[in-house]
């Protein structure tokens, strides 16, 4: 008697545990992203830094031009591995987008995606290499707010971290603000946060912990009949 009534309630309460298990962090993707293109020899450079991956509406080959709508090299999961300068090709072809202050001032990248996931990290991938005036941006500003962060030391590339954003929403900005007669170059921006969706392993805990929970409730019908 004991064991019938135990069973079932505790196959129950996995069940209820699997319902409630928190979604874990993960890489969110961004649909589109528009910005101004990046910057080049019309500006002041030895090659075209542009975004020539770029799958939206604009002109890809036009220091600065309006993009929007697509998707590019800030998004295509190609992290440059070296310095610029070693790495760029004219016209374009690198991994990094570059703007120059001032022919492009403060540029803003506009990020869309798809419902209203939780995003809690922002990482972006820079050149700090100093070469040709290419350093970490002054500041970033994400959504219009101020962040406080530590990029790759002098003379290295590497990653930004923003954390502890917790933005919601189906669209969000990253601002660079540059010294004067600088570069910001970037190969890469990445988002971290939670979906609305549980993860595979949270659904088969479900599945396994109800089915188990019939099968038992089942076995205590026809042992009482």
């Given amino acids: 008697m004991n064991i019938r009534i135990v069973l079932p309630a505790a196959l129950v309460l996995a069940g209820s545990l699997a319902l409630s298990a ?4 993960a890489t969110v993707t961004a649909t589109s992203y528009s910005m101004p293109n990046g910057d080049g020899t019309a500006s002041k450079g030895s090659y075209d830094y542009w975004d020539d991956a770029y799958t939206g509406s604009g002109s890809k080959t036009v220091d600065g031009a309006a993009l929007t709508g697509g998707v590019g090299d800030l998004t295509d999961g190609v992290v ?11 016209p374009g072809g690198g991994p990094y987008v570059g703007w120059y202050e001032p022919a492009t001032l403060d540029p803003t990248v506009t990020f869309n995606f798809s419902g209203s996931p939780t995003i809690n990290g922002i990482r972006i991938h820079v050149d700090n290499s100093g070469v040709g005036g290419v350093f970490t941006p002054a500041s970033i500003l994400v959504d219009g707010v101020s962040q406080v962060f530590s990029g790759p030391s002098p003379g290295s590339i590497g990653w930004i971290n923003l ?3 917790n933005l919601t929403g189906g669209s969000h900005t ?3 603000f540059q010294a004067p007669a600088t570069w910001t170059f970037v190969s890469e921006i990445k988002f ?8 595979p392993a949270t659904w088969a805990m479900m599945i396994a912990g109800f089915g188990l ?9 026809a ?3």
């Fill in 213 to 221: 929970a019939g099968t038992a409730l089942r076995r205590r019908r």
């Fill in 22 to 25: 928190p979604v874990a962090a």
């Fill in 80 to 90: 440059a591995t070296d310095f610029w300068y070693n790495t760029e090709a004219s």
């Fill in 192 to 199: 971290d946060g939670k979906g609305g969706v549980p993860e």
């Fill in 223 to 225: 042992i009482t009949a």
């Fill in 174 to 176: 990253v601002q660079f």
């Fill in 163 to 165: 954390s502890g954003l």
